[in-house]
């Protein structure tokens, strides 16, 4: 769990209320640093349709979705790039998520569906900040993209 929190907070400062959620981002959610101890994911519930039926997400969400994959679109994720081309996808990544998560809107289940969603997005692209090798970066971006593209069957306007 405090990955989680930590992860989040990564990019943003989270104050939930009952199914209201009011986003603050940091000025510098780069000094956050992970902190050791608990590691599992209590509370983080996993991704599953709404009874068969997609989720539904409002049309910033959506659009800030497709924003971050098109921020993969320009790049050949399929080769391995140089360190320097990653830290700009992950800067790009990081930039796209605290812009989805301080635009958000949505409430009750299918904003929890999200968050389901988009915690392993943001473990990822933690993963990809912290990669000291190309080949260790080009996991994470693969992963990332993997990730991006579940979106669509789980989720729609």
């Not at 509370?43 to 971050?68: E, M």
């Not at 990822?124 to 979106?151: F, G, M, P």
Request: hydrophobic share 40%; glycine share 4%; aromatic share 6%.
């Amino acid at each position: 769990m405090r990955r989680f929190l930590i992860a989040l907070a990564l990019f943003t400062t989270v104050l939930c209320a009952g199914d209201s959620c009011k986003h603050a981002v940091p000025n510098n959610y780069n000094t956050i640093a992970e902190a050791d101890g608990d590691k599992d994911d209590v509370g983080t519930k996993k991704l599953v349709l709404n009874s068969g039926a997609k989720w539904k997400v409002d049309l910033i969400t959506d659009a800030n979705v497709h924003s971050l994959q098109g921020i993969l679109q320009k790049f050949n994720i399929d080769t391995e790039l140089s360190i320097a081309d990653y830290a700009r996808v992950d800067d790009e990544l990081q930039h796209g998520i605290v812009k989805m998560i301080s635009e958000c809107k949505m409430k009750g289940a299918d904003h929890e569906a999200l968050h389901s969603w988009l915690k392993p997005l943001i473990d990822e692209v933690q993963q990809l900040k912290k990669a000291s090798t190309a080949a260790d970066a080009n996991r994470a971006l693969k992963t990332i993209d993997a990730q991006l593209n579940l979106y669509s069957k789980y989720f729609e306007i």
